[in-house]
């Protein structure tokens, strides 16, 4: 499903990005990654490139093919530097590299995003991310986690909730729609991958524990690569504006909880 397709895929140098593009190449497809950290097994062709701010998606884009068959945003940060690197790279710049790929992507491709269980409180907080998705561009972040009195605490799960809200936007937005790009997001639990030593230290133990026992395990980035690659091929063609849960029943197991059922 993937044989001959060029996908482009984000946070290459660790964890689900590299089992991302790993499984990608082995499925036929033409791999370029991007990363600020230079991989250590690389997959494909390789462009170093910071997400964080827009000189740097510019600088990236400049250096892509005419045509792409996928983009597979999954580079991301834990909230442990702050969240004005959370929110630029987790969501605002993952935001405008989607949207500057765009006219790259082919008629009929796809954009898939990692967000995360962490943004499961996008309806609880629905009035806050409308106004943070509507504010377009690429803007000043620190300024925006000022005017908005956003707590550094806040940030990733925020970014994730920020995520899920705009792939059921974009998905019905022009730039992508009238080209029949689809737009969906996979969203894990807990997977070892480096990151998860820093949900630890963010979120606290008992969270991530409690996560884990819920399904028996934490994931691991071969539970979650194929999911990703599944929604960039022509298998997923009636798939969009979705939020694929990919955490071995752990969000049904919330939903019991919460729903009361
Ligand atoms: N591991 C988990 O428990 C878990 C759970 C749910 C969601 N996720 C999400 O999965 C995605 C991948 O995480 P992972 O577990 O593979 O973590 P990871 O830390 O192993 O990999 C993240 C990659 O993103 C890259 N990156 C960070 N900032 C960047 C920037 N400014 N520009 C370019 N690249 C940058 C890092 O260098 C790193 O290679 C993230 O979006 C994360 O939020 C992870």
Not at 63 to 89: E, F, H, K, Y
Not at 155 to 176: N, V
Not at 218 to 234: E, K, N, Q
């Amino acid at each position: 499903m993937l044989f001959g397709k060029t996908i482009l895929v984000t946070g290459v140098a660790s964890g689900i990005g590299a089992r991302t593009a790993e499984l990608a190449g082995q499925m036929g497809a033409e791999v370029i990654g991007i990363d600020v950290r230079e991989p250590v097994v690389g997959s494909g062709a390789f462009i170093k490139g910071d997400l964080s701010t827009p000189s740097g998606i510019a600088e990236i884009v400049a250096r892509l093919p005419a045509r792409l068959d996928a983009l597979a945003n999954v580079a991301g940060l834990s909230g442990n530097t702050g969240i004005v690197a959370t929110l630029a790279v987790n969501f605002y710049g993952l935001r405008a590299l989607s949207e500057a790929v765009a006219p790259r992507l082919r008629e009929g491709s796809a954009i898939v995003s990692v967000a995360s269980i962490a943004g499961y409180g996008w309806r609880a907080n629905l009035e806050r991310a409308k106004t943070l998705t509507g504010i377009e561009g690429f803007p000043d972040v620190a300024a925006v986690v000022a005017d908005h009195g956003l707590k550094n605490e806040e940030g990733y799960p925020l970014s994730k909730e920020l995520l899920l809200l705009w792939t059921m936007r974009a998905a019905h937005q022009p730039l992508f729609k009238n080209r029949g790009i689809r737009v969906n997001a996979v969203s894990p639990g807990p997977v070892e991958t480096p990151i998860l030593k820093q949900f630890r230290a963010v979120l606290g133990d008992a969270r991530v524990d409690s996560d884990i026992t819920r399904v028996g395990r934490a994931g691991t980035a071969a539970d979650i690569a194929p999911a990703v690659l599944f929604l960039c091929s022509d298998g997923g063609r009636w798939i969009n504006g979705a939020n694929l849960a990919t955490d071995g029943g752990l969000e049904a197991s919330i939903n019991a909880e919460v729903l009361g059922f």
